[in-house]
């Protein structure tokens, strides 16, 4: 099984982009008043879905987890471990998807507005290598076939992207003195060649 878990490299870059997974948002966040946030509430609401993020990411890698290793111990195992992945990387890019759309949401300050603009980029180009891996996924048929999944550089560079443009936004909250947490990944990546 150890091979299988190659293209969880890719996923992680594209769904754990900084450090947890993203989670659909229930609208609690939504700034529908039409009014630009201040600074500081931009910073919180932001903070809020990255939160979140890691709690209902946490369920879905936990489920996944316990699939994979029940499908680890079945005879029969690339069937079951495959379908398991597969509801992963779905369930994965719906949280995902949500996620990005709550911070697209958010009615930015002017001097916010164009790193909360990369962001949403990233965020977006994120979800396409998301789309495309699900689609690959999709698409496999043998062990050959997932293992060849992890060989799409797009992917994480996409994930560097996003990751980049999250502590470009950490860096402004501490520049600013706000104390918020926006769960960036903070550990050196290596820059894809």
């Known amino acids: ?29 939504d700034n529908t008043s039409g009014e630009l946030l201040t600074i500081e509430e931009y910073f919180q609401r932001h903070e809020a879905l990255s939160h979140e993020v890691a709690e209902r990411g946490g369920d879905v890698q936990a489920q996944f987890a316990d699939e994979a290793e029940s499908a ?10 495959l379908e398991a992945y597969q509801d992963f990387v779905n369930e994965s890019l ?31 180009d994120n979800l396409a290598a998301a789309q495309n891996l699900v689609d690959q996924v999709e698409a496999v048929e043998s062990e050959a076939d997932f293992d060849a999944l992890s060989e799409d550089g797009n992917a994480a560079e996409a994930g560097i992207r996003f990751n980049d443009a999250c502590l470009a936004l950490q860096d402004i909250a501490d520049e600013n003195g706000i104390d918020v947490d926006l769960a960036c990944d903070d550990v050196e990546d290596e820059r894809i060649e």
């Open 94 to 124: 719906t949280i995902f998807t949500g996620f990005v759309d709550g911070i697209r949401d958010l009615d930015p300050p002017a001097e916010l507005a164009d790193a909360h603009k990369e962001f949403v980029e990233a965020g977006d």
């Open 1 to 29: 099984m150890k091979a299988r878990f190659a293209p969880l490299a890719l996923i992680a870059a594209l769904l754990l982009a900084f450090g947890v997974f993203a989670v659909a948002c229930d609208g609690s966040s």
């Open 72 to 81: 680890d111990s079945q005879e029969e195992r690339f069937e079951p471990f």
